[in-house]
Nanobody
Framework: QVQLVESGGGSVQTGGSLRLSCASSGYTNCMAWFRQAPGKEREGVAYITQLGTERRTDSVKGRFTISQDKVENTMYLQMNSLKPEDTGLYYC?????????????????WGQGTQVTVSS
C-alpha cells in the first residue's frame, strides 16, 4: 500500500499563503487534497491525475493551485489569499484507480494530515 506524508501546514493570518506537500512512497494515478474543520465533514479540495487533469472545489478557485512532481512522486497545494474558513486538517489521498472525483470513498490511501490555521 502506498504511504503518504504531508508537510507544510502552519498558522497564518488572513490573506497569507502556505504551500502543502504530499510525498508518496510509490506510483499513484490520482492524488487529492481533502480538509476537515472541527465539527464538519471531510471536504474535497482538489485533485490531480498523472495526465495532469485537475479540479478544484469552487471555494478555492483563483486562490489554490495543485501541482505535482512526477519524478519525486510529490503533490503540492499552493494556497494564497487564505481565509479563516480554510482552517482545518488537510489530508493527502491517492488512488491507483481512475480517480477524477472529489469523493473520499474514491481514494485508497490517506496521509496523517497537516494542520492549517488561518486567523482573522
Amino acid at each position: 500500500q502506498v504511504q503518504l506524508v504531508e508537510s507544510g501546514g502552519g498558522s497564518v493570518q488572513t490573506g497569507g499563503s502556505l504551500r502543502l506537500s504530499c510525498a508518496s512512497s510509490g506510483y499513484t494515478n490520482c492524488m487529492a487534497w481533502f480538509r476537515q474543520a472541527p465539527g464538519k465533514e471531510r471536504e474535497g479540495v482538489a485533485y490531480i491525475t498523472q495526465l495532469g487533469t485537475e479540479r478544484r472545489t469552487d471555494s478555492v478557485k483563483g486562490r489554490f493551485t495543485i501541482s505535482q512532481d512526477k519524478v519525486e512522486n510529490t503533490m503540492y497545494l499552493q494556497m494564497n489569499s487564505l481565509k479563516p474558513e480554510d482552517t482545518g486538517l488537510y489530508y493527502c489521498a491517492e488512488t491507483g484507480g481512475a480517480g477524477g472525483q472529489l469523493r473520499a470513498d474514491m481514494f485508497d490511501s490517506w496521509g496523517q494530515g497537516t494542520q492549517v490555521t488561518v486567523s482573522s
